[in-house]
């Protein structure tokens, strides 16, 4: 079963622009990751934030965490053509000690 | 290194047939994930293993479905017989897993495609 579900389900920006895509989920965590993965390939891990955090950076990255409405967020500053792929959350749970991946944000940079 | 790997890249067979799918997780990691990405799906959690010993196995959809890891860098997913409804992606992916799930490690997967 999935635990985070992205919002978009697609998102279509011009190079420059921000993009942001927002995950919500059910249960307490300990932490969540986002992941991106393009065309073909496999998913690359981008961060991760913990429960106890609220805000992270890594470049031109963003992430925030609210967990009294289970639910995080991730920007993407100044986009570029190659920042196009599919972006995914997963948390884990906090008996889990698993990953559990949303459905994926499709985001499309257009130069 | 050269990360998690995992072969064959591309499988096409007919439905019935055996199919074995390998996976070499990156030296040192103590976990290892299989996962099956399909459009309807997502990206579903088969099965993992903590130091090669199968912890969680809910995801495995039947029967058909068996994985193993005779040791620390080695994994194989089979699926015998197979049927049309197992065509997905598969990934293997692997991780230090200390006092929680960090960062995991993905292969390029496995096209598997069941006719």
């Known amino acids: 079963s999935q635990q985070g579900e992205e919002d978009p389900q697609a998102l279509s920006i011009q190079e420059g622009e921000n993009a942001t895509m927002n995950c919500s989920y059910k249960t307490s965590i300990n932490n969540l990751q986002w992941y991106r993965q393009n065309s073909g390939r496999g998913l690359v891990h981008l961060i991760l934030i913990r429960s106890n955090e609220r805000e992270k950076h890594s470049g031109r990255l963003r992430v925030t965490l609210d967990t009294s409405k289970k639910s995080s967020s991730l920007l993407i500053t100044a986009s570029r053509a190659a920042d196009t792929a599919s972006y995914f959350c997963?948390?884990?749970?906090?008996?889990?000690?698993?990953?559990?991946f949303g459905a994926g944000t499709i985001l499309r940079v257009k130069s | 290194d050269a990360g998690v790997i995992q072969s064959p890249r591309h499988e096409v067979t007919e439905m019935g047939q055996e199919v074995t799918l390998r996976c070499k997780p990156i030296?040192?990691?103590?976990?290892l994930f299989w996962y099956r990405q399909t459009m309807m799906r997502g990206l579903e959690l088969l099965i993992y293993f903590n130091n090669n010993v199968p912890i969680d196995d809910s995801g495995m959809p039947e029967d058909r479905f068996s994985a193993k890891m005779p040791n620390a860098s080695f994994s194989t997913l089979k699926i015998q017989p197979s049927e049309p409804r197992d065509s997905a992606v598969y990934f293997c992916?692997?991780?230090?897993?200390?006092?929680?799930?960090?960062?995991?490690?993905f292969g390029p997967g496995t096209r598997l495609t069941v006719l």
């Open positions: 030296s040192g990691h103590n976990s």
């Open positions: 997963a948390t884990e749970e906090e008996y889990g000690n698993k990953l559990v």
């Open positions: 992916a692997s991780s230090l897993v200390g006092g929680g799930i960090d960062e995991q490690f």
